[in-house]
Nanobody
Framework: QVRLVESGGGSVQAGGSLRLSCAAS????????MAWFRQAPGKEREGVAA???????AYAISVKGRFTISRNNAMTTLYLQMNSLNPEDTAMYYC????????????????WGQGTQVTVSS
């Protein structure tokens, strides 16, 4: 079992920045992918950024160049640095971990956090 706990969400004005963190504990395998997803009211959950077992990263087109995903070597902490935020980034952000089978393959992520809310005002 793996437990994931997100933090760092909040309310910011457009153009601002936030840094999300995800603390992971339990049986963490080096083969796991780690990712950030988000879900806005009335919309489907979507992949934002992911980091593979070899450290390669992937980003949604809408956040590329503004967001940066990173993790520590022990895979116990996942980060998402979010810059140049805009109102369209408003959503609940979730940390996820699992064997994936694809960076944003939702069924492949077995473990999920409870989420942290990000609200961006114009």
């Amino acid at each position: 079992q793996v437990r994931l706990v997100e933090s760092g969400g909040g309310s910011v004005q457009a153009g601002g920045s936030l840094r999300l963190s995800c603390a992971a504990s339990g049986y963490i395998y080096s083969r796991y992918y780690m990712a950030w997803f988000r879900q806005a009211p009335g919309k489907e959950r979507e992949g934002v950024a992911a980091i593979g077992r070899d450290g390669t990263t992937a980003y949604a087109i809408s956040v590329k160049g503004r967001f940066t995903i990173s993790r520590n070597n022990a895979m116990t902490t996942l980060y998402l640095q979010m810059n140049s935020l805009n109102p369209e980034d408003t959503a609940m952000y979730y940390c996820a971990m699992g064997d994936s089978g694809g960076y944003f393959n939702i069924p492949g992520y077995r473990y999920w956090g409870q989420g942290t809310q990000v609200t961006v005002s114009s």
